[in-house]
């Protein structure tokens, strides 16, 4: 199995290379990321010179070293415990949040932590901002390529598929929001990630509901958490799987979803996290789009109680088969598993394969190693409570027993069952015979448990009710611009036609409430300006209407943007020359 192992993580290597030969022609993401500090913050847009803790006209050495890890002089950017640039953290990062403008909810400023910047010029293009997040998303490192710039340029100017809605997060005293993401897919890509997650905790936490919303063609989400002490070697940030270490006995099953759902737990139970635990995101993507680039992300709303409250600590476990070889004949084949769990209360249980899968279940074990009852049918909907008679492998149903499953007590035909066994059936249909792997052409059987151990009757009330019921969530990125969209779906605040176009593009747009800056201007995919059509100045409401004569302009991809009071909204025009 080890040699397995090493050919997919060679596989890993080899798409690794192919990557970096890919974008040779691109420079280090940091001299990118550099590039757009110098270019639109220089001169005192942000810190120009005006700070005494750094300066974006320093040598490219000098601002890195003062930016990543740097400590903010902003007291309430210090008092959270935000960095400059804290790697792998967006959301932890002062200066990212500086300069987003809302491009995420998550990337919003506190009122205490002063206004965005560049001062006195116009944001940031949003595609700017995604590179600065992505360097950060994977470690903020000094040398590499560490995303692909062209891949990120035509997500926000010619399209992709839309991103994850950001759902509203906890209330304040019921918990707190996770973030992983956005990481870009493009056409036909898969891949699977890992970020290291720091919950920086002060004290212990009882979690009692995790609810996740991820991309549709997301294959799987898994939260896990290090094991004391085992966090220590694994780098921050977003890094590819590592088959060599996938299954490593360092980290504790939490949670997998291969669907948007909401796990409440039991009246009595929680998950235990202490201070310095650190959790493992594990994300895994296909886009299946052929033309489409893909934003692939993760919310995670987390719930809280105060400590003590839950009488159980909820437990969880992975049981994973790799011993899988599936002829590529078409015909079933059954794999049979077991373990020896006992003593404990089941709460729920769930299965995992890949496309190959055709049927899932799990029984109770007898004293001699045989199969009992039957607990889990892969085929069964408990949502809805029938047969489908169908195994749907991307998304299995997950029976939750309430009251639990007691396996110290005789529920299987008058004794005590002695474990679990699961059985997995097979039909491989494609071109080669398929063994255990990461991908979906590769197979899996691995089912999911939680449970508490010993017998446990759930209390039929809470032990801990929220206080806060009233309080309410103001969106900090809501748009209060007056921006009025002519085209409600493609999330841009004006028309622009034709497009693509040779000669005369028409920009439109109506403001809905008096604004005191607009400035409307046209760019090239380096940044440069090439006509400035509304140069700051103040308009009521109202439609207006401007003409870009783009005759003496080089074919290509350019970029309409509208700032209006410091918000922007951008949108790609076409130029397909005479």
């Given amino acids: 199995m080890k040699n397995l192992y090493r050919a997919l993580f060679l596989s890993a290597v080899l798409s690794s290379t192919a990557f970096v030969n890919n974008a040779n022609a691109q420079q280090d993401t940091w001299q990118e990321v550099y590039t757009i500090l110098g270019t639109n913050c220089a001169g005192g847009g942000c810190h120009?010179?005006?700070?005494?803790?750094?300066?974006?006209?320093?040598?490219?050495?000098?601002?890195?070293?003062?930016?990543?890890?740097?400590?903010?002089?902003?007291?309430?950017?210090?008092?959270?415990?935000?960095?400059?640039?804290?790697?792998?953290?967006?959301?932890?990062?002062?200066?990212?949040?500086?300069?987003?403008?809302?491009?995420?909810?998550?990337?919003?400023?506190?009122?205490?932590?002063?206004?965005?910047?560049?001062?006195?010029?116009?944001?940031?293009?949003?595609?700017?901002?995604?590179?600065?997040?992505q360097w950060i998303i994977f470690n903020a490192p000094e040398t590499g390529v560490v995303v692909k710039k062209d891949v990120i340029d035509?997500?926000?100017?010619?399209?992709?598929?839309?991103?994850?809605?950001?759902?509203?997060?906890?209330?304040?005293?019921?918990?707190?929001?996770?973030?992983?993401?956005?990481?870009?897919?493009?056409?036909?890509?898969?891949?699977?990630?890992?970020?290291?997650?720091?919950?920086?905790?002060?004290?212990?936490?009882?979690?009692?509901?995790?609810?996740?919303?991820?991309?549709?063609?997301?294959?799987?989400?898994?939260?896990?958490?290090?094991?004391?002490?085992?966090?220590?070697?694994?780098?921050?940030?977003?890094?590819?799987?590592?088959?060599?270490?996938?299954?490593?006995?360092?980290?504790?099953?939490?949670?997998?979803w291969q669907d948007n759902q909401a796990f409440d737990l039991p009246n009595g139970t929680a998950y235990f996290w202490k201070p310095g635990e650190v959790l493992d995101l594990n994300f895994h993507m296909f886009n299946y789009y052929a033309d489409k680039i893909m934003a692939g992300e993760v919310y995670l709303n987390v719930y809280t109680q105060p400590k003590g409250s839950a009488e159980k600590e909820m437990k969880s476990s992975l049981i994973n088969n790799a011993g899988l070889f599936i002829?590529?004949?078409?015909?079933?084949?059954?794999?049979?598993?077991?373990?020896?769990?006992?003593?404990?209360?089941?709460?729920?249980?769930?299965?995992?394969?890949?496309?190959?899968?055709?049927?899932?279940?799990?029984?109770?074990?007898?004293?001699?190693?045989?199969?009992?009852?039957?607990?889990?049918?892969?085929?069964?909907?408990?949502?809805?409570?029938?047969?489908?008679?169908?195994?749907?492998?991307?998304?299995?149903?997950?029976?939750?027993?309430?009251?639990?499953?007691?396996?110290?007590?005789?529920?299987?035909?008058?004794?005590?069952?002695?474990?679990?066994?699961?059985?997995?059936?097979?039909?491989?249909?494609?071109?080669?015979?398929v063994t255990f792997g990461f991908t979906t052409e590769d197979e899996m059987m691995i089912y999911y448990i939680q449970y508490v151990d010993g017998k446990f009757d759930i209390p039929s009330s809470p032990s801990w009710v929220s206080t806060c019921s009233a309080e309410v969530f103001v969106d900090p990125c809501a748009d209060t611009t007056g921006i009025v969209e002519f085209v409600k779906n493609n999330g841009v605040g004006m028309s622009l036609y034709p497009?693509?176009?040779?000669?005369?593009?028409?920009?439109?747009?109506?403001?809905?409430?008096?604004?005191?800056?607009?400035?409307?201007?046209?760019?090239?995919?380096?940044?440069?300006?090439?006509?400035?059509?509304?140069?700051?100045?103040?308009?009521?409401?109202?439609?207006y209407n401007y003409q870009f004569n783009s005759a003496n302009q080089n074919q290509g991809i350019y970029i309409v943007r509208l700032a209006i009071d410091g918000k922007i909204s951008t949108q790609k025009l076409i130029l397909t020359g005479n």
């Fill in 327 to 433: 002829q590529n004949n078409n015909q079933p084949v059954t794999f049979t598993n077991n373990n020896n769990m006992s003593n404990v209360s089941l709460w729920t249980l769930t299965s995992h394969t890949h496309k190959y899968g055709t049927n899932y279940d799990i029984f109770l074990k007898n004293a001699g190693g045989g199969k009992g009852r039957k607990v889990f049918d892969g085929s069964f909907n408990y949502m809805q409570g029938f047969d489908t008679g169908v195994y749907d492998w991307e998304h299995p149903p997950t029976v939750m027993y309430e009251p639990f499953l007691d396996m110290a007590d005789t529920i299987n035909n008058g004794t005590v069952p002695t474990g679990l066994i699961d059985e997995a059936t097979y039909k491989n249909y494609g071109s080669r015979p």
């Fill in 48 to 133: 120009g010179g005006s700070r005494p803790d750094f300066n974006v006209t320093d040598s490219s050495t000098d601002l890195y070293a003062a930016l990543v890890g740097g400590s903010p002089i902003n007291p309430a950017a210090l008092g959270k415990g935000d960095k400059y640039i804290d790697p792998g953290y967006p959301s932890r990062s002062y200066l990212l949040r500086k300069v987003a403008n809302c491009l995420s909810g998550d990337l919003a400023l506190d009122q205490a932590e002063g206004g965005t910047m560049p001062q006195g010029r116009a944001p940031l293009l949003d595609q700017e901002i995604e590179l600065i997040r």
């Fill in 499 to 543: 497009n693509p176009t040779s000669g005369i593009a028409n920009i439109s747009y109506d403001l809905s409430s008096n604004a005191t800056n607009v400035k409307l201007e046209v760019v090239n995919m380096l940044g440069e300006v090439i006509t400035v059509l509304v140069n700051g100045e103040g308009q009521a409401v109202g439609e």
């Fill in 154 to 256: 035509e997500y926000y100017t010619i399209g992709g598929v839309p991103k994850v809605e950001r759902p509203t997060p906890p209330k304040s005293c019921e918990g707190f929001q996770l973030h992983m993401g956005p990481i870009f897919f493009e056409p036909g890509q898969e891949d699977e990630y890992f970020q290291k997650f720091d919950l920086n905790l002060p004290d212990t936490i009882e979690v009692v509901g995790l609810e996740l919303f991820f991309n549709d063609e997301s294959h799987h989400f898994i939260l896990r958490k290090y094991k004391t002490g085992t966090s220590a070697s694994v780098p921050t940030g977003v890094t590819l799987l590592n088959p060599l270490t996938a299954f490593d006995g360092d980290k504790d099953y939490i949670m997998a």
